[in-house]
């Protein structure tokens, strides 16, 4: 799903475009909500124990899930804004240097 919408990002600044076509958004972003509720059902919560209170502990996918679910808007925003990339790695190749 993300690699299909960095297509239709790119292909859109490619095009000139400041936005994607709202209809190809609108499908990614509830494709990405179909996602998470896929990821929900195969990762339930685990049943309660009793003997501690609090939350119970999650697998390690549970909690990127509730991460991705979380963070939503911050995960697709290089859909909605052509101006932030995809990925971070140009600022992690701009702070090599000064680490080394």
């Known amino acids: ?10 292909r859109t600044r490619a095009g000139g475009g400041e936005r994607i076509d709202a209809d190809v958004g609108t499908r990614l972003h509830a494709r990405y909500q179909r996602l998470l ?13 009793g003997r501690r209170p609090g939350r119970a502990r999650r697998s390690p996918a549970g909690r990127l ?35 080394l």
């Not at 799903?1 to 790119?10: H, T, W």
């Not at 509720?37 to 124990?49: E, H, I, V």
């Not at 911050?74 to 909605?80: G, I, K, N, P, W």
Request: charged share 35%; net charge neutral.
């Open 65 to 99: 899930l509730e991460r991705l679910d979380g963070r939503r808007y911050e995960v697709l925003l290089f859909l909605d804004d052509l101006r932030v990339p995809f990925t971070n790695n140009q600022a992690e190749r701009d702070l090599r240097m000064v680490k």
């Open 37 to 49: 509720a896929d990821g929900r059902s195969a990762n339930p919560l685990p049943p309660a124990r």
């Open 1 to 10: 799903m993300l690699v299909d919408a960095k297509l239709a990002a790119d």
